[in-house]
């Protein structure tokens, strides 16, 4: 593609035929996107997604009274940066983990209600997770997630 953009016969012809195309696709997209209730949804869906990550980053960022990253420097900036992602992708993987085993749970149990309901459910969610305190890790202690989902119920009207 880059060779056929740099032939020196007719400069600009095929640049401006690319821009053509371009505008064609775009434009078949938004008619798409207009006619179609599915793909407006589904777009509205992923940017309320988006925002709510960005939500949890910037609650995670306030978390013990803080505004802004921690750090004066690059490179203290970029580890705070890279230690709130870190933070933010584990409270999705362990709400992922615990949607994972509900919704197995109520497949086998063939609960139709309790799927759909499942399907509107983001793992994008911080509610239950106390980020203030004091934090102890050893390696005694295990997260059993099975005994968390057996205590989980789902509203279901």
């Given at each position: 593609m880059f060779g056929l953009c740099s032939i020196p016969i007719r400069p600009g012809i095929f640049e401006a035929a690319l821009y053509e195309l371009d505008k064609l696709v775009r434009s078949n997209q938004i008619l798409q996107y207009l006619i179609d209730p599915n793909i407006i949804s589904t777009t509205h869906r992923s940017q309320n997604r988006l925002e709510s990550y960005h939500q949890l980053r910037s609650d995670i960022a306030q978390a013990y009274g803080k505004k802004h990253l921690i750090g004066k420097t690059d490179w203290a900036l970029e580890i705070s940066n890279q230690c709130g992602r870190l933070i933010a992708n584990v409270i999705i993987?362990?709400?992922s983990m615990i949607l994972s085993?509900?919704?197995d749970r109520y497949k086998a149990e063939n609960n139709q209600k309790a799927l759909k309901m499942l399907k509107k459910i983001s793992p994008i969610a911080w509610q239950h997770i106390h980020f203030q305190g004091r934090l102890v890790f050893s390696d005694s202690?295990?997260?059993n997630l099975d005994e968390?989902?057996?205590?989980?119920?789902l509203a279901i009207r």
């Open positions: 993987h362990y709400n085993k509900l919704y202690a295990v997260i968390i989902v057996k205590s989980i119920e």
